[in-house]
């Protein structure tokens, strides 16, 4: 509770602050007209990228780079919208793309890290359940220990994330900052600024969040190991 308890308000507060704030910089139009795919692919251009697709996805808060295709893929209210949300976004899924292009190596390890993290997430509920129910009928360790393991891995992968996204975001703001044509006064690049901090801080969280679930079970773990 210790833990758990904290960490929840925070998340539900950033949560709250995160979508009150993308509300807030989605009714505000840019001055230049640009739409999220024109900023998108204007980045791209701009750094030499001609090889990655800007596609529309539907859904809410969709928007995502897939290395694996190559593609920048941004949701409806993204892809057509003309707001600063809208640019803040498209830039900073564009930031991404260039940390791709440029074999930037938090990407890299984060990328390979993928696939076990997908197996891990998969079964990790089941092998923690019947870990938590051996240890404690008959003191068993093992299948706990394993559980442990993929927590650690899923951990390590949050945390690994964080200079990931914050990397896309500080490449994306250098680059509005510098191109007038698409965020032409200072108050649609601070507003910016803002939006993708708050963006930054649900991944902030969510390591939090991963890293007092390690902690819990790990206490669990270790706390019976020594009985």
């Known amino acids: ?117 997908s197996i891990s997430s998969n079964l990790l509920q089941w092998v923690l359940l019947i870990g938590v129910l051996l240890i404690g009928f008959t003191g068993n360790p093992i299948v706990l220990g394993v559980g442990v393991a993929g927590l650690a891995v899923i951990t390590i992968f949050s945390i690994v994330t964080l200079p990931v996204e914050f990397d896309a975001s500080n490449r994306a703001l250098l680059w509005l900052k510098n191109n007038r044509g698409v965020m032409q006064t200072a108050e649609e690049n601070v507003q910016a600024k803002d939006a993708l901090w708050w963006a930054a801080m649900t991944y902030v969280v969510a390591a939090l969040g991963a890293l007092a679930n390690l902690l819990y079970y790990a206490s669990m773990l270790f706390g019976r190991s020594r009985e």
């Open 1 to 117: 509770m210790i833990l758990f308890v904290p960490i929840l308000l925070l998340s539900m507060f950033v949560q709250w602050r995160f979508r009150n704030k993308f509300s807030k910089y989605a009714e505000m139009q840019l001055n230049s007209g640009f739409s999220g795919k024109e900023v998108a692919e204007k980045m791209l251009h701009d750094n030499g990228i001609y090889n990655v697709k800007v596609l529309s996805s539907e859904g809410q808060l969709t928007d995502h780079y897939n290395p694996s295709d190559m593609t920048v893929n941004l949701s409806t209210d993204v892809y057509y919208g003309r707001s600063v949300a809208a640019a803040a976004v498209a830039a900073h899924e564009c930031g991404h793309a260039i940390q791709h292009a440029k074999s930037y190596s938090w990407l890299q390890f984060r990328s390979n890290m993928v696939p076990i993290v």
